[in-house]
């Protein structure tokens, strides 16, 4: 597929604009398994939000928010823990969003990739571009990144750079909505992240959960209410 040309600053030569397969280290091949059912799922299901992504994704699914609030707006969830930028563009370009048309696609990229903050903001972007040509009837929401560490450290400051770029590159962009997490409900007094949020200081808990799905839900709602109709469904979670 011809991908769209990003332009980025401050390249280190990555790799988020080309659509990549992970490689299979232990030989198991759970990631193409996944990637299978996908791609059966948004056919067979009909969705009206599709979650695609990362780990953060992923552990949605398994939250008492998620399954209270979010499986009756007709959601799938395409998460696959540790996946990067490019093994999201692999995952899109190779069908899991064909034939279907849901009304939303929330995205959340980026978490797991070492390059420099421009480079995850251009993939971050192409991936959203990606997503639009192909559902080009679909609002795209793109989440930002989380604080990562318990405590302040480089990676965090790449997350906030990267949520800012992100914020200031598609705060125009027509059908694509930015929703950058509220640190301050993560971080505490002392800028210190806490086991209760995050487990592993870079997973959520369910508590961490809440606090992120807490603005997408009523962002979700609106998004979905701007259509003509947005009939709530059975949806899966296996």
Excluded at 168 to 180: A, D, N, P
Aim: aromatic share 6%; with cysteine.
């Amino acid at each position: 597929a011809n991908l769209p040309s990003v332009p980025s600053t401050g390249s280190t030569g990555s790799n988020v604009l080309n659509p990549t397969l992970p490689v299979d280290l232990l030989g198991d091949g759970r990631w193409l398994s996944q990637h299978k059912r996908f791609r059966e799922k948004a056919v067979d299901r009909e969705p009206d939000v599709i979650f695609i992504g990362d780990n953060i994704v992923q552990r949605m699914q398994f939250t008492s928010t998620w399954q209270d609030h979010i499986e009756p707006l007709h959601c799938l969830n395409f998460g696959i823990y540790e996946d990067r930028i490019e093994n999201i563009l692999y995952r899109i370009e190779d069908g899991e969003l064909e034939d279907c048309s849901p009304k939303v696609v929330v995205l959340h990229a980026g978490n797991n990739n070492p390059e420099l903050a421009a480079d995850i903001a251009a993939g971050i972007r192409n991936l959203a571009e990606v997503v639009h040509q192909q559902l080009p009837g679909a609002n795209v929401i793109v989440l930002g990144l989380l604080p990562v560490g318990e405590h302040k450290n480089p990676r965090r400051t790449k997350h906030a750079e990267v949520n800012r770029l992100l914020t200031e590159q598609l705060s125009q962009s027509g059908r694509t909505t930015v929703l950058i997490p509220d640190w301050d409900t993560f971080l505490q007094p002392d800028k210190s992240l806490s086991h209760r949020d995050m487990y592993d200081y870079c997973n959520l808990t369910d508590l961490g959960y809440s606090k992120l799905f807490e603005p997408l839900l009523e962002l979700l709602q609106e998004e979905l209410h701007s259509f003509p109709s947005a009939a709530a469904g059975d949806s899966d979670h296996e």
